[in-house]
């Protein structure tokens, strides 16, 4: 336990520096992009001195160099929190942070996430050998004795695999007879499969479970731009509206919920809050003139990958508001650490990465009611009220203490 201890502290200490110096692989592309994404990552100037910068006002960490070719699929940070699994466009890859390298796992491209049973194994679902054989494989790696076990199912278009309190089962979510995405249990060593959690009838985009959670756990889910989160019987059901996905920390108190944010200018981003009044007037003149010359089917704006941060205790909900990215994860090694793909900071669309964060101290100050840099308070429930109160975005906290 000693060791395991002072591992954390190494690497949680050299994340922010070491782990820059590591690129991903240089494949290209990973699954379909716009033409508007394509020409972007053809011709943007990636600076790196710009990213250093926003990176550090805002005490973010990246695991990867700042301009590397960083087109990531899907990642997971093992339980110690030493190595970082990854996909990029034909494989995945395992990241170690103490000795500083990358080994590519000697399979195909899983057909979808990969997630730690233990500090050495990886769960992962892949295509058969053979092309033309309908189902998956369900197969476990071993990163540090470079072994795969696997074994066959018949889960058509599986994705979203996800722990249960069993090791020898996952939960995962597959297209069923009629087309419609449900909810599986998984037996990882006879490819057994069978429905879940017969109570979630609807259609499922995306799940999670956190068993650790006090009374009996809790499981999350989505799907048509609502988030749910339930006990595994199905009570105590609560809705967030405006979420792609919803995240439960282990302890069960915060829910951090994926959604999209507000449309953003493809061209010309800047940080806003680095500017005058003036300054920002001309630019957006300068940014507005040169639009109104583009053609008509010219992509001149997007939605960026935001999250909200939800505290289920109060029915409080904010906003992380200066940074932005999705397939957030809680760091396991270190409480209130969080990582997330990175698409920007302060809204200006960066190079993709995977981020890093100590969220401590800012927790730390909503519990006081003090609005840390960075989260906004979007939603307050009162106490003993039906309906929640919508506070403006740009708005001051009504009480905040000095």
Same mark, same amino acid.
């Given at each position: 336990m000693k060791r395991t201890r002072r591992t954390l502290s190494r690497v949680s200490a050299t994340l922010a520096l070491t782990? @820059? &110096?590591?690129?991903?692989?240089?494949?290209?592309?990973?699954?379909?992009?716009?033409?508007?994404?394509?020409?972007?990552?053809?011709?943007?100037?990636?600076?790196?001195?710009e990213i250093r910068f926003l990176k550090g006002k805002h005490g973010i960490s990246t695991a990867f160099a700042e301009c590397g070719s960083n087109n990531f699929g899907n990642f997971s940070w093992s339980p110690s929190g030493i190595h970082?699994?990854?996909?990029?466009?034909?494989?995945?890859?395992?990241?170690?942070? %103490?000795?500083? +390298?990358? &080994?590519?796992?000697?399979?195909?491209?899983p057909v979808s996430n990969g997630v730690w049973i233990d500090a050495d194994r990886i769960l992962m679902l892949l295509p058969h050998a053979e092309a033309g054989i309908p189902g998956q494989r369900v197969g476990v790696y071993d990163h540090r004795k470079a072994t795969l076990k696997a074994v /066959? +199912?018949? @889960?058509?278009?599986?994705?979203?695999?996800?722990?249960?309190? /069993?090791?020898?089962?996952?939960?995962?979510?597959?297209?069923?007879?009629?087309?419609?995405?449900?909810?599986?249990?998984?037996?990882?060593?006879?490819?057994?499969? %069978?429905?879940?959690?017969?109570?979630?009838? %609807?259609?499922?985009?995306?799940f999670g479970f956190e068993p650790g959670v006090p009374d009996g756990g809790m499981v999350s889910w989505a799907a048509g731009g609502t988030a749910h989160?339930?006990?595994?019987d199905g009570s105590e059901q609560q809705d967030f509206e405006d979420a792609l996905r919803a995240v439960i920390h282990p302890a069960g108190r915060w829910l951090v919920i994926e959604r999209l944010g507000a449309p953003v200018s493809n061209f010309d981003q800047a940080a806003w809050d680095e500017? +005058?009044?003036?300054?920002?007037?001309?630019?957006?003149?300068?940014?507005?003139?040169?639009?109104?010359?583009?053609?008509?089917? +010219?992509?001149?704006?997007?939605?960026?990958?935001?999250?909200?941060?939800?505290?289920?205790?109060n029915g409080k909900r904010y906003r992380?508001?200066?940074?932005?990215?999705?397939?957030?994860?809680?760091?396991?090694?270190? /409480?209130?650490?969080?990582?997330?793909?990175?698409?920007?900071?302060?809204?200006k669309e960066l190079n993709r990465n995977v981020a890093l964060m100590d969220l401590t101290d800012r927790m730390r100050m909503l519990d006081r009611e003090i609005f840390p840099?960075?989260?906004?308070?979007?939603?307050?429930?009162?106490?003993?009220?039906?309906?929640?109160?919508?506070?403006?975005? /740009?708005?001051?906290?009504a009480a905040t203490p000095e």
């Open positions: 782990l @820059l &110096a590591l690129t991903a692989c240089e494949e290209e592309n990973f699954g379909e992009a716009s033409f508007y994404e394509n020409v972007y990552d053809a011709y943007a100037d990636c600076r790196e001195s970082l699994y990854f996909q990029v466009t034909h494989a995945g890859h395992v990241l170690n942070g %103490e000795e500083k +390298t990358i &080994a590519t796992v000697p399979t195909p491209l /066959d +199912t018949v @889960l058509e278009q599986p994705s979203t695999l996800q722990l249960s309190a /069993d090791p020898q089962v996952v939960y995962v979510t597959a297209l069923d007879d009629a087309g419609l995405r449900r909810l599986y249990s998984l037996d990882i060593t006879t490819g057994a499969v %069978e429905r879940a959690f017969e109570w979630l009838t %609807e259609p499922v985009e995306s989160i339930a006990r595994p500017m +005058t009044d003036e300054a920002r007037e001309r630019a957006v003149r300068r940014r507005d003139a040169w639009v109104e010359r583009l053609p008509d089917w +010219t992509d001149t704006e997007s939605s960026p990958p935001s999250m909200d941060l939800l505290d289920l205790d992380f508001s200066e940074f932005q990215g999705d397939a957030f994860e809680w760091y396991r090694a270190k /409480d209130f650490w969080i990582s997330f793909r990175m698409w920007g900071i302060e809204e840099k960075g989260i906004e308070l979007v939603q307050a429930m009162p106490v003993g009220g039906e309906a929640p109160i919508e506070v403006p975005i /740009d708005a001051p906290p």
